[in-house]
């Protein structure tokens, strides 16, 4: 993290902004398409992305490549099914982060194969211009990947949690809402002393090269 210079912390600080915007917007219009006016009435509906962001959760994504945006307020009540509901709204963004990273991912590949010279030929500013481009969707991909993966960790506010809590007895959910803040204290330690770094980001740099050689 102290070797991130201006350059790169522009570049990773507008990766996690697209990326967290992108999860938990993907959220707020599950929860809407499934019958949900919380999303609306909370001004999640807008289409400004500011309104996703979470700060504690955005600085950590900008410098360990992942963390949380603000969590979407949902009313799974609602949900014609409530269990089912609650599985689509809160899956579904991981698997948008993953699908779009890979893709992205994919993308900088096919053209890597293909010199950014030759594209844009040797003016100095177009060339500059294309590299910053691409370092971006570099860091997106990763970015939006390592975030998915975070979100499966099932602890809150991240998503896996909601999920977990519908798959359990009444009582064991009880128990782990009683139990949420020492889970999210234990989480903050798990991260910034790096645990959770060398689960994800092996997972993701495979992913992400899997994607980039294929």
Known sequence: MLNINLYELVLRVFAAF??????????ARCSTLLGDPTPKKSG?????????LEPIGFIITVFYGFGWGRPTPTSPLYYKDRKKGIFITYLTPSLINISVGLLVALFVGIINVVSIQEMVGNHP????????????????ARFSIGIALFNMIPIPPLDAAKLLQVSVSPNTAVKMSQNEKLLQLLL???????????????????????????
Do not use: C, R
Request: proline share 3%; hydrophobic share 65%.
């Open 18 to 27: 697209v990326a967290l915007a992108l999860h938990e917007m993907v959220k």
């Open 44 to 52: 999640l509906m807008s289409g400004n992305p500011l309104k996703y």
């Open 125 to 140: 500013v177009m060339v500059s211009v294309t590299l910053w481009i691409f370092q971006f969707f570099a860091h997106f």
């Open 188 to 214: 903050m330690l798990l991260v910034l002393f790096g645990f959770v770094n060398g689960i994800i980001d092996p997972i993701t740099e495979m992913l992400v090269s899997a994607a980039w050689h294929w």
